[in-house]
């Protein structure tokens, strides 16, 4: 049922947060200063060309220091890197004891050591999102660190762990040249 009144942000966060995603720490650089923001707000968008979607809080420092850079990295963390992930989001600001984490020089933008993978990326568009800036991306470089590869989840606005035990293989992500038909029935359900 549609309503004219739009729902509740908060229950707007918690039903998002039924959406599990990994979490990552993005870097940029804009001359010796080196700026790390945590984010999960982060989607791969196209193959060709090869692009992704960031999403920044129109408040975050990042946002404009990613204009002033042209170029970030997206640096996904494993499973034990949870203190990064809370340093990263505003934990350097609050106090917070610095983890131990190291800068590897890529390009125009470091990447963060240690971590399972990393992309590096130049800024191809910024486009309006209500209070966040959509952030397009232009992969450039990859990385992808040594096994074993455990990542770190974020769902339900905790920071969780993967079961290894369950892993069942996902059909290809190709686009099928043929059009998929669903029928419903009269309750709702899917039927076809
Ligand atoms: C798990 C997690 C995911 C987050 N994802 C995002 C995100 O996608 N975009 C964003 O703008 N902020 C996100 N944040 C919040 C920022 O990390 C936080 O506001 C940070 O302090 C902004 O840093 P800055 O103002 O120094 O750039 C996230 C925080 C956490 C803990």
């Known amino acids: 049922m549609t309503s004219s009144t739009p729902p509740d942000p908060k229950l707007y966060r918690r039903v998002m947060g039924q959406f599990a995603t990994g979490v990552t720490v993005i870097l940029t650089q804009v001359d010796e200063e080196i700026h790390g923001m945590t984010a999960n707000a982060v989607t791969s968008l196209s193959l060709d060309p090869l692009l992704l979607i960031l999403g920044v809080d ?74 966040h800036w959509i952030v397009v991306g232009r992969v450039t470089d990859l990385y992808e660190g040594p096994p074993p590869h455990h990542p770190m989840i974020f769902y339900a606005g905790r920071y969780r762990q993967l079961d290894p035990a369950h892993a069942d293989p996902a059909p290809e992500l190709e686009t099928s040249p043929i059009p998929v038909h669903i029928f419903y029935d009269a309750w709702g359900d899917d039927i076809s």
Not at 96 to 122: D, I, N, T, Y
């Open 58 to 131: 129109k408040k975050a420092h990042m946002a404009e220091m990613l204009q002033r850079a042209g170029v970030f990295t997206v640096n996904i963390l494993r499973d034990d890197q949870e203190p990064l992930s809370r340093y990263f989001a505003g934990g350097a600001r609050r106090g917070m004891a610095k983890p131990e984490f190291h800068f590897v020089p890529w390009g125009r933008a470091p990447r963060l050591g240690g971590c399972l993978a990393s992309l590096a990326c130049q800024v191809d568009g910024i486009l309006e999102g209500g209070d």
